[in-house]
């Protein structure tokens, strides 16, 4: 390998790792950030905040922003959410993925529902979110995705009602951007 080519790859390792220090940092201050607006939340158990190098999870139990089968975000949970638009408008270069989750229980069809399925109502609640964090707050919305997952992803076997409501929440999912 010649010199100038070696250079040439040095510089662009050195570059790498500024980017990724540059990242780890993002996600250390988001994560600091989003634990400082949910502090209350985090005491009562109605949410928790985890992350490392590569991404934070915000996770809200259902309770904290809907009533049973709505995707209304109650005004309790709309000042949630203001609190952790705040830390995440002082985090510009991430991307945030909204999800919704729910248990195992079907919609129940009488009164005729709001939603056909879980999916349907696991969705509308993420995209409440994001629309939440888009025109209320003013998050960029080239961060913004929202997916609807319903009971696919559950963090306890769906076995008992303690259980169910632990499935049922909304995560929000910080990465860094380009």
Do not use: C
């Not at 500024?18 to 949910?38: F, P, V």
């Not at 949970?77 to 510009?92: D, F």
């Not at 248990?103 to 009488?110: C, L, T, Y």
């Amino acid at each position: 390998m010649r010199d100038e080519e070696k250079a040439r790859l040095d510089r662009e390792l050195g570059a790498a790792r500024t980017t990724l220090a540059a990242k780890d940092e993002q996600m250390r201050k988001a994560l600091h950030d989003l634990e400082a607006s949910l502090k209350e939340e985090i005491a009562k158990g109605t949410s928790s905040v985890r992350g490392d190098a590569h991404s934070v999870n915000v996770v809200l139990a259902e309770r904290i922003l809907y009533d049973s089968g709505s995707a209304e975000i109650k005004p309790g949970g709309l000042k949630v959410l203001r609190r952790i638009a705040e830390a995440l408008r002082v985090s510009p270069n991430t991307y945030v993925r909204v999800e919704g989750h729910t248990d195992d229980v079907p919609i129940r069809s009488e009164p005729p529902p709001r939603f056909l399925s879980n999916f349907d109502l696991s969705f509308a609640r993420a995209l409440g979110v994001v629309k939440y964090l888009k025109e209320s707050d003013g998050i960029k919305p080239w961060r913004l995705s929202a997916m609807g997952l319903a009971d696919t992803r559950p963090v306890l076997a769906n076995s008992n009602d303690d259980a169910r409501s632990r499935n049922r929440r909304v995560e929000i999912i910080v990465t860094p951007g380009r």
